[in-house]
């Protein structure tokens, strides 16, 4: 098994974010205040990496190809290499991403199903372009 390096922050006074390094963090409050803002910014890339799957669902033609095993395998193997490479423990990024790729799937396939059903008058919603 390859060395993992260990996770080390610039030891600048700030890192991006605005927040301390955690090898800085003094208090439970640095360390908090730390994780905070990660989650903030998380949520925010969370958020933006969602609208891509509605864009997925609003330009796949075909309900079947909504989910694609073989992407997913993909994603999952990239994912991998980046945590690899950062000195993250692959195996705990794979089960992070399957989750997130999961609930990605599902994501798109409401939003699929909701774009193509029935409207009043007969008509079917048309997907924006």
Do not use: Y
């Given at each position: 098994?390859?060395?993992?390096?260990?996770w080390t922050v610039s030891s600048s006074p700030t890192v991006a974010g605005?927040?301390?390094?955690?090898?800085?963090?003094?208090?439970?409050?640095?360390?908090r205040a730390g994780v905070d803002s990660i989650d903030r910014e998380l949520v925010g890339l969370l958020a933006e990496r969602?609208?891509?799957?509605?864009?997925?669902?609003?330009?796949?033609?075909?309900?079947g190809?909504?989910?694609?095993e073989?992407?997913?395998a993909q994603v999952l193997a990239?994912?991998?290499r980046a945590a690899t490479a950062e000195g993250f423990d692959p195996a705990l990024a794979?089960?992070?991403?399957?989750?997130?790729?999961?609930?990605?799937?599902?994501h798109e396939f409401e939003l699929w199903d909701h774009l193509r059903q029935p409207v009043p008058g007969g008509n079917r919603r048309q997907p924006v372009p």
């Amino acid at each position: 098994m390859a060395a993992r390096k260990a996770w080390t922050v610039s030891s600048s006074p700030t890192v991006a974010g605005g927040r301390i390094p955690a090898d800085a963090c003094r208090t439970m409050a640095d360390v908090r205040a730390g994780v905070d803002s990660i989650d903030r910014e998380l949520v925010g890339l969370l958020a933006e990496r969602m609208h891509f799957m509605s864009a997925a669902a609003r330009i796949k033609p075909d309900r079947g190809q909504v989910r694609d095993e073989a992407r997913k395998a993909q994603v999952l193997a990239n994912v991998r290499r980046a945590a690899t490479a950062e000195g993250f423990d692959p195996a705990l990024a794979e089960q992070l991403w399957d989750a997130l790729v999961e609930a990605s799937i599902a994501h798109e396939f409401e939003l699929w199903d909701h774009l193509r059903q029935p409207v009043p008058g007969g008509n079917r919603r048309q997907p924006v372009p």
